[in-house]
């Protein structure tokens, strides 16, 4: 072998050495990207933690420790973190919604079972299911102070804020009433009778009508609330122990459990009539939509797992083990609100 011909094979071995060092690199950034999905989170109320779930996988990756009775959560506006509300603890716990890491716990709110902001930015606002009130609180970005603890009926469940951020409306679960709150004034503007164990709501982009599940019933109530006090314009017949709201994000669907029928039922908001409706097992709860619209993942909260079904045939695809009683479930990566 020539000295040039020696050179030319080591010139080449050297450019497959360094080739496959930048093709080894660009695959871990690869896998790198792939694992920063944001994780799937399911609040387990009984077990006082969080099952922290990647999303491709489907397998449990952490388990954190929160206080007593985990039942839902919220993004802050500036998304860099997601609130749980601990209320047998009286806690929030702060953590990233993408890395799954505990950022900080904030004590003292008392009795926070359901959590909502404001769409204005300007307050958080919690209801005290156990101990019968809601709280207002000012929110600067990262910090709460308590405006106004507001006495209300028998056990609040649920909140629901209009666009405008005047008014919240939540449910009394066992005094079977909606309330509504004027956030200037800090009290209450009015309240109307429903069905039995009024639970989650949900309200149209419009501000005008708002959805009332009837745990204790088989319907969701509609409620006009463009007056005053609100109006009951219709009932949606769905199924035994309708429960929890999502929106299909498609800005005309809204899903509802049902959490003793084992279904879920899709609702056309511009007819307000069920347009579908498929099994969910384990008394289906909270529910959320994958970004891209094709999974739904409910929280099937008597057998301890996560449910994932398919949206476009309804069918059950996948379950994930999870904690006791596991209630509340929210991932970054999520489908439009409306």
């Not at 314009?233 to 084992?262: C, M, Q, W, Y």
């Not at 709860?285 to 099937?300: H, I, N």
């Amino acid at each position: 072998m020539t000295g040039t011909q020696w050179y030319g094979v080591m010139g080449f071995r050297t450019l497959r050495r360094r080739l496959a060092t930048v093709l080894g690199a660009l695959a871990l950034l690869g896998l790198s990207a792939h694992a920063a999905r944001p994780p799937i989170f399911v609040l387990n109320s009984q077990d006082a933690n969080i099952h922290v779930i990647d999303p491709d996988s489907w397998s449990v990756t952490r388990r954190i420790p929160t206080g007593k009775e985990p039942h839902h959560l919220y993004l802050t506006p500036d998304e860099k973190s997601v609130i749980v509300a601990n209320a047998a603890n009286d806690s929030l716990t702060f953590i990233d919604p993408r890395t799954a890491e505990v950022q900080r716990v904030v004590r003292n709110i008392i009795d926070p079972y359901h959590l909502r902001f404001s769409p204005d930015m300007k307050w958080l606002v919690t209801v005290a299911n156990r101990l019968n009130h809601i709280d207002l609180y000012r929110w600067d970005g990262s910090n709460l102070t308590l405006a106004k603890r507001i006495p209300s009926a028998k056990t609040p469940s649920h909140l629901w804020i209009d666009s405008n951020s005047t008014t919240v409306y939540t449910t009394m679960q066992d005094s079977d009433e909606l309330v509504a709150v004027d956030l200037a004034t800090q009290t209450i503007k009015w309240r109307v009778k429903t069905g039995s164990l009024p639970a989650d709501v949900f309200g149209t982009a419009d501000d005008r009508l708002l959805l009332v599940g009837m745990t204790g019933g088989r319907e969701v109530q509609v409620f006009d609330i463009s007056v005053q006090p609100a109006r009951l314009v219709k009932s949606i017949p769905t199924g035994e122990g309708a429960h929890a709201f999502r929106a299909l994000g498609d800005g005309r669907h809204v899903l509802v459990s049902n959490r003793v029928a084992n279904t879920i039922s899709k609702i056309d908001l511009q007819t307000l009539e069920v347009v579908g409706s498929f099994k969910a097992p384990g008394g289906p709860d909270c529910m959320e939509v994958t970004a891209d619209g094709r999974l739904l993942l409910v929280s099937s909260r008597w057998i301890q797992k996560m449910s994932v079904i398919d949206l476009a045939t309804g069918r059950l695809v996948r379950q994930v083990r999870v904690g006791k009683s596991p209630h509340g479930i929210w991932t970054l990566e999520h489908a439009k609100r409306q």
